[in-house]
């Protein structure tokens, strides 16, 4: 028994005619005819006279009919509680983004985001990878911004940009070729890095494959690490989004590996089978297109965290 064969029983016992009973559920008689006979055949019994001209129903059909009327009634309740619902849950958006995207990819959007979502209670949470990823499996944040995880069955992962690693080299360590710069050939232990092992040092630990690097100065402050680097105390890894943002004199000092560019992938994440899926798919696009005047890369070498 299902609701359209139910809507099928009361436009027929309206109109007492097969055809303009078809006509109104905008369907062919034979299926009408078929899809109601299938539903007195599964009940036992005949809702419908069919030598009366005009139809009639049947005195178990009448009692029937009635009962199918409150179950249409109640079923259009449950289908605007549901609408509703989904419309009081959406208005409560909570997502996180990692701490090295806090910067340079969150200004790029986050006005956009409170304007077109005025409605919403938006909150944002700023974290490790590896914390907002708890909070996303208990259900504290509806979806986070990161570099993309490993796989899990119960979350969808939506990629949306690749980032490059550069390298600031201060004039007093060029002192080898820089139009091809490969990760094997730099000194690490001039190579300046975040004290804590956030999701970018990581990254730079897999880039260079060693643990071994100028820990003397202890920050995990990028900007700082950068402006030491122009002054020459050792060279720093940088993300491209982060480069974006610099002065030409200070872009003058910054370098990119040979390609494959070495790069980070950004990535949306979120549960399986979310109830606020589609709010979260409209933020990805808004996201998408707030990234449309930043240069984008092809031939890269994505570095897993």
């Known amino acids: 028994m299902t609701i359209t064969q139910l809507n099928y029983i009361l436009a027929l016992d309206k109109s007492k005619n097969f055809t ?30 069919r030598t009366k001209k005009p139809i009639k129903s049947t005195e178990i059909g009448k009692i029937l009919i009635n009962q199918f009327k409150v179950i249409i009634d109640e079923s259009s309740n449950v289908s605007e509680l549901i609408i509703k ?33 005025n409605n919403s209670n938006i909150k944002l949470t700023i974290n490790s990878k590896d914390k907002l990823l708890k909070k996303l499996n208990n259900n504290e944040i509806d979806f986070i911004i990161t570099t993309t995880p490993r796989l899990k069955k119960e979350l969808k992962v939506i990629p949306f940009y690749y980032e490059p690693l550069m390298i600031v080299i201060p004039k007093k360590l060029q002192n080898f070729d820089l139009k091809i710069i490969e990760p094997n050939k730099i ?29 003397k100065i202890k920050t995990d402050n990028l900007e700082t690490l950068l402006n030491l680097s122009l002054n020459g105390a050792g060279m720093s890894v940088l993300p491209y989004l982060f480069f974006e943002g610099l002065r030409d004199e200070k872009k003058s000092l910054v370098f ?14 979120f549960k399986k089978n979310s109830l606020k899926e589609d709010s979260i798919l409209n933020i990805f696009q808004l996201i998408k297109k707030s990234l449309k005047h930043i240069r984008t890369f092809s031939d890269v070498k994505i570095i897993e965290d």
Not at 258 to 264: A, F, G, K, M, T
């Open 20 to 49: 303009k009973a078809a006509k109104a559920c905008k369907i062919s008689q034979p299926s009408l005819s078929t899809q109601i006979q299938k539903l007195e055949e599964e009940l036992g019994v005949e809702i419908f006279d």
């Open 85 to 117: 619902s989904k419309e009081k849950i959406n208005k409560n958006i909570k997502f996180g983004i990692s701490y090295t995207l806090e910067a340079t990819l969150l200004p790029l959007f986050y006005e956009s985001l409170i304007s077109k979502f």
């Open 187 to 215: 000194n690490t232990n001039e190579i300046l890095v975040p004290k804590k092992n956030n999701d970018l040092k990581k990254s730079i630990i897999k880039l260079f494959n060693t643990k071994k690097f100028n820990t």
């Open 256 to 269: 990119n590996f040979s390609n494959p560019l070495p790069s980070r992938e950004i990535s949306i994440v």
